[in-house]
């Protein structure tokens, strides 16, 4: 069977194209929202969109949809967290143990990397995250957000420009 053949509408083609592409989008959704549970339950509607409109999708552009519509439940959900943000008051208290001084430091340390790729763009911690977490090559991340290589270049760049400015020498 080619693969312009293939139908998504096809158990077996649709099981290897969740398996092949979940965890990928997975952490793509994940980098962006930084909830595990929200990553996974957007996953999982991408794919179940993919299904029901799975004779809509040719199977060579099956992963692209996917990715589309994972952004988009990310982007609908955002807007949302949003708006209920404004009218909701979320006080935060954090508890501090004592703790031996390395560990102490380790924390700081990781909350202070914690925060600086936070505090990055976007679109540079998107990049930075597919790359470093994800092990992904530039042409990988260009396919999956879908720029040139040139661009996941400059932003890695930047990101790392970014990091060492926060970070300094450690």
Known sequence: MTSTS??????KNYEQLFNTHSTTVFNFIYYKCGDRQQAEDIVQDAFIKLWRNCSKVDFEKAKSYVFTVARNLFFNEAAHKKIVLKYQSNPNSS?????????LEEQQFM?????????????????FLLSRIDKKKYSEISEIVGISIKAVEKRMSLALIALRDKLGNI
Do not use: H, M, W, Y
């Open 111 to 127: 909350e202070k990397l914690n925060e600086a790729i936070a505090g990055l763009p976007e679109k540079q911690r998107e990049v």
């Open 95 to 103: 508890i501090n143990n004592q703790t031996p001084e390395f560990i």
């Open 6 to 11: 293939k139908s998504v509408c096809d158990p």
